[in-house]
């Protein structure tokens, strides 16, 4: 019998690579004297072959360190029937599957948060639909052992991308988890969930009596469903599935959030012993939750902007009307027999023109219902910034003529399409069951999942989304892809209202507003996103700790135009910063003066997180970091404390600030 045994091993073997899935499952032969089956020798003889509840998966070698596993599906393909619906435990699969490539990305507005690659200049530049319905895969990066097995028990990273719900892919160089694995000796997991249209989508014709499928966050869910799976299946690929941390960062940090004060999640895993994540890793978030009838409006204008491409209204107001004529079951016909292509590309046409950086910029702002959360002697500070910001927009829109208001923004603005999109997609809907009514009302209250948290921001945020509507989208793809960086004159040539002749005179204007709008909104964000996340769980909680990223060391003019914006801080906490690393959303950033300074820094950072994935505490408990500071717990909004991640050109700066 082990001499059959052993034969079936290598024919096994043999079978290996002839496709996307190979083998049969009539090979678990077992040997009678210790119930192992051959598989089983197989498996255990070669670290790239690993069992999971629905099939066996090989995967690859992907550098000296690391072994990856790439494209594993956590869900059934959403499509069909399962298109706006809670998403589904995969089929099994018998034989092999072979994991060794990156599956589709899902459907979306072509950008650099989704394929930052010159490959797709074109698609980027013209707002072209890109990836597929069929996108709920994950990828898995391991480092290995000295000789060469899998690890046990590590500590695994989880990451949810960000991209404003609109946007975004786990299959970007920015976020390969292979350096990350390899330097916090950790299992490193990332993975797709629908974004746009096919994952925040609510109408009450689609409505089918389950919460899940009628909430309208199908996003949120795909995350859910992929921590389920990773919660099953990592101890197989040497993780520890009691030790998973969560992390995301901007619409990412958001969903994660959102899961944290989600009652569905409350109640249905935690409250019954099923943790699904430890911890949590925050980066520049916060939440910004719409209501059902903001939700069914938006619903209304995508398929509004379908009729009018379709040629069957003349507009989008005759289209409303013909909406609202029509009974619940030809809304539902309507919507699921619609091409999901084409619903982008009639939101796209339709809702380009209404990009407006300013009207995107008010609405960011927080209400008079979320200030009013807050402590009595914050509110005046916060609510005198919002008053600041809404002056100052206001201020602009008041003194400055509309036609060279609009000529601040170009036409073809690198923004253009996505701004367009966020002003008809939201990002997730308070539905009150998978996303709570108010969710830092759950969070003030104490009623949220209480696990240690890392939560920050950069010091410039509000300069991504500036830099984005203000450049016309070939300087942005030039500078994006390291191709020609163009001087601030060059800049400011490009948004200049006024004629050139008064450029001495009237150029510091726009270099003045854009430090001012940067800064103020900068200061809204972390006052929100994070002071105001931390202080309400610190109430309840000892183990938050706050960050601030302010990491600034472009070549110039970017460290001006930049600096520390949104998303800079991602390639650190990957350790994709080296040479090529994280090619190419951050290469215009990466010089060889200041390498040996973002190489410290990130190495830090990643000392940081890895010590938080296994204690639960960022500091030093162990005595790891060396001459590193020990990263305190924060208090609360007044005597508050957070660490600051900084860099010259040649080293790390880290210091614990009140500021």
């Not at 000296?64 to 699969?93: D, F, M, S």
């Not at 009596?209 to 966050?217: C, W």
């Not at 980066?283 to 939750?289: D, K, L, N």
Request: glycine share 8%; aromatic share 10%; charged share 15%.
């Amino acid at each position: 019998m082990a001499v059959v045994a052993v034969f079936l091993c290598a024919l096994f073997i043999a079978s290996v690579g002839g496709g996307a899935i190979v083998g049969a499952v009539h090979w678990f032969s077992v040997l009678p004297s210790t119930g192992t089956t051959a598989i089983d020798l197989q498996v255990k003889s070669d670290p790239l072959l690993v069992k999971t509840s629905y099939g066996l998966v090989h995967g690859k070698v992907w550098d000296t360190y690391t072994y990856a596993w790439l494209g594993i599906p956590y869900a059934k393909p959403p499509v069909g029937e399962l298109r706006w619906k809670a998403p589904q435990n995969p089929e099994p699969w018998s034989g092999v599957l072979e994991a060794t490539s990156f599956s589709d990305i899902p459907m979306q507005i072509a950008s650099i948060m989704c394929v930052a690659d010159e490959s797709y200049e074109d698609e980027i530049a013209s707002g072209a639909v890109i990836g597929s319905e069929d996108c709920l895969y994950l990828n898995i990066w391991v480092p290995k052992t000295k000789d060469g097995k899998l690890p046990s028990n590590l500590p695994v990273f989880v990451w949810v991308y960000g991209g404003a719900d609109i946007s975004g892919s786990s299959s970007m160089p920015l976020y390969y988890g292979a350096n990350l694995a390899r330097k916090a000796n950790a299992v490193v997991v990332t993975f797709n969930y629908r974004v746009g249209i096919e994952g925040w989508f609510y109408h009450p014709a689609l409505k089918t009596g389950d919460p899940l499928n009628d909430s309208g966050n199908y996003g949120l869910l795909d995350i859910v469903k992929a921590l389920e799976w990773v919660k099953n299946n990592i101890k197989n690929f040497g993780g520890n599935p009691d030790m998973i941390t969560l992390a995301g960062e901007s619409a990412g940090a958001m969903n994660i959030l959102a899961l944290i004060t989600s009652p569905y999640v409350k109640q249905q895993y935690f409250d019954r012993g099923v943790k699904l994540f430890h911890r949590a890793i925050l980066e520049s978030g916060g939440i910004m939750a719409a209501s059902l009838e903001k939700a069914e409006q938006s619903a209304n204008l995508i398929l509004a902007s379908l009729l009018v491409k379709k040629g069957s209204a003349s507009s989008i107001n005759d289209a409303l009307n013909i909406i609202a004529g029509m009974s619940q079951d030809e809304i539902k016909s309507l919507l699921r027999n619609a091409d999901m292509k084409e619903l982008y590309e009639a939101v796209r046409d339709c809702s380009g023109a209404q990009a407006d950086l300013l009207s995107l910029m008010s609405g960011l702002l927080p209400s008079d219902l979320l200030i009013g959360l807050l402590p009595s002697n914050i509110q005046p500070v916060v609510s005198d910034l919002v008053s600041q910001m809404n002056d100052l927009i206001a201020a602009i829109m008041s003194l400055v003529p509309p036609e060279l208001l609009s000529s601040l923004i170009p036409e073809d603005s690198a923004g253009k399409y996505l701004m367009g999109l966020m002003n008809v997609v939201s990002m997730t809907y308070a539905d009150g069951y998978v996303v709570a009514e108010n969710p830092y009302v759950r969070l003030r209250d104490g009623n949220y999942i209480k696990v240690p948290v890392i939560i920050g921001s950069c010091e410039e945020e509000f300069k991504f989304f500036l830099s984005m509507g203000l450049s016309d989208m070939a300087s942005y793809l030039n500078t994006t892809f390291g191709r020609y960086i163009p001087s601030l004159s060059e800049y400011l040539e490009a948004m200049r209202p006024w004629p050139e002749e008064l450029a001495p005179f009237l150029d510091w204007l726009l270099l003045v507003g854009y430090d001012l709008i940067s800064t103020i909104g900068t200061k809204l964000w972390e006052a929100v996103g994070t002071d105001l996340v931390a202080t309400f769980m610190s109430k309840y909680q000892a183990n938050v700790y706050v960050f601030r990223f302010c990491w600034n060391q472009e070549p110039e003019p970017l460290d001006f135009l930049l600096g520390a914006c949104h998303s800079i801080d991602v390639p650190f906490v990957f350790g994709n910063v080296g040479d090529g690393k994280g090619f190419p959303y951050c290469n215009f950033a990466w010089t060889s003066e200041n390498k040996p300074g973002r190489v410290a820094l990130s190495n830090a950072i990643i000392a940081y997180i890895s010590n938080f994935m296994r204690n639960g505490n960022p500091g030093d408990p162990d005595g790891l970091l060396g001459s590193l500071p020990f990263w305190s717990n924060y208090k609360d909004l007044i005597g508050y404390e957070r660490i600051i991640f900084d860099a010259t050109d040649l080293k790390a700066v880290i210091y614990m600030s009140d500021q």
